[in-house]
């Protein structure tokens, strides 16, 4: 698997990053361009980030830094999820 640094993670993820990130517990799907998020995972993260940890700390453990899935990817989720699961729209 190629690194590319996370400013520039651009394009579809490769088979073999598909099968890496599918196989996390994080995720309960991966295709080319789109990932489904278990929902446990989802609402740890909403909590950890409303505690004032950092999003990519949070998605690092998870084995999903932002090399593999892009820096621009964990910003948006974790807001997504800070909204919806701790009722916070303030963004970090």
């Known amino acids: 698997m190629s690194r590319v640094p996370a400013a520039r993670r651009t394009g579809a993820f490769t088979r073999g990053e598909r099968?890496?990130?599918?196989?996390?517990?994080?995720?309960?799907?991966?295709?080319?361009?789109?990932?489904?998020?278990n929902t446990g995972f989802a609402r740890r993260v909403a909590e950890r980030v409303a505690a004032g940890e950092s999003p990519t700390t949070v998605f690092r453990e998870?084995?999903?830094?932002?090399?593999?899935?892009?820096r621009k990817r964990i910003e948006r989720c974790a807001a997504r999820w800070r909204a919806r699961y701790t009722g916070s729209k303030e963004t970090r």
């Open 19 to 37: 099968t890496r990130v599918a196989s996390l517990p994080a995720v309960e799907r991966c295709d080319e361009t789109r990932i489904t998020w």
């Open 62 to 70: 998870a084995g999903l830094g932002p090399e593999i899935i892009g």
